[in-house]
């Protein structure tokens, strides 16, 4: 399965098409079995195959991805993530719209589908994987930077208890990402309760320390280096070099608003601000930001894409 496994991870971000003209395979299935069903095409999408004749189960099991068409691969992707969409849609629609217990019933599922992602990850692959997770982490900073619209807090304890941190596991790009994603997990703790600071005391902190909520491991990045704080008036800014040893330069507007890897010029760098899900939304939206800086980028095929101007 792993040739699949890789395949979907190169899909992963690509748009879905629709398809009309395909095998319904889970009727199928249901009443005539796998056998059948690997002798007419694909048996994940019905989406026809690259193999002519069909598989038997001895050859879908050593290349299940001849069954596949491109199509059907990206498709497979696609559903492997909808549960993750579906839950994030929910909770995050309970949370703006006041509905704390169902925002909580539905966090906790999308918790149980983070766990159970990790604890089967060579079942659902490792890009599945980062996804889910990337697509968790995106829905708490949005609702952590509209703190001040919510009618109920979002205090990090909550942050803490629905959004799992990960252990070191899988091959060396695997551990890069737990890195990076134990890190921006910090950074929304801290930005959880730099939000409600704000919010009750009409300015920022001068320093972190005052966030008598958050742990002192939490003010910390997965290299073990301090992140950093800035604000100016009531905009704030976190960041962390990674494993390099660049530095931030302060300004609390400048930063590129992604946990994975960006295309372009490289960098450790992760931040976290007051306007990080706002530039998002502006990528999203078509516009270059950061234009003029090394840290001018834009979305297009849903990649984030960084070039020096």
């Known amino acids: 399965m792993n040739r699949i496994k890789i395949l979907v991870a190169f899909c992963i971000i690509i748009p879905i098409q629709s398809f009309s003209d395909s095998l319904d395979s889970q009727r199928c299935l249901d009443y005539a079995g796998i056998e059948y069903l690997l002798e007419h095409g694909d048996p994940y999408n019905g989406i026809g195959s690259r193999c002519q004749n069909g598989l038997t189960i001895k050859e879908f099991l050593s290349t299940p991805e001849l069954s596949m068409s491109t199509d059907s ?15 994030i849609v929910q909770a995050e629609a309970n949370a703006l719209g006041g509905n704390y217990i169902q925002f909580e019933k539905t966090a906790n599922a999308l918790l149980g589908l983070l766990l159970w992602s990790s604890k089967n990850m060579d079942v659902v692959g490792n ?32 942050i803490r208890d629905f959004l799992p941190r990960l252990d070191d596991l899988g091959n060396e790009a695997d551990k890069f990402f737990v890195k990076r994603y134990n890190t921006f997990r910090n950074m929304l703790l801290i930005g959880a309760e730099l939000e409600l600071y704000r919010k009750k005391n009409n300015k920022l902190p001068q320093i972190l320390s005052v966030l008598k909520s958050i742990d002192e491991d939490e003010l910390v990045d997965a290299w073990n280096r301090r992140i950093d704080y800035k604000y100016d008036k009531m905009k704030w800014k976190l960041y962390s070099s990674g494993k390099s040893n660049s530095f931030d330069d302060g300004n609390v507007e400048l930063f590129i608003p992604a946990v994975e890897k960006v295309s372009g010029m490289y960098t450790d760098e992760i931040w976290f601000a007051s306007e990080y899900s706002n530039r998002r939304k502006q990528l999203y939206e078509g516009v270059h930001i950061n234009t003029n800086t090394i840290y001018s980028c834009y979305l297009k095929g849903g990649i984030i894409r960084r070039k020096r101007d």
């Open 73 to 87: 691969t990206m498709l497979f992707a696609k559903n492997w993530l909808n549960p993750f969409h579906y839950m």
């Open 127 to 158: 890009g599945i994987w980062r996804r889910g997770h990337l697509k968790a982490l995106y829905m708490y900073a949005r609702l952590i930077n509209k703190q001040t619209l919510l009618s109920h807090e979002l205090p990090a304890c909550v």
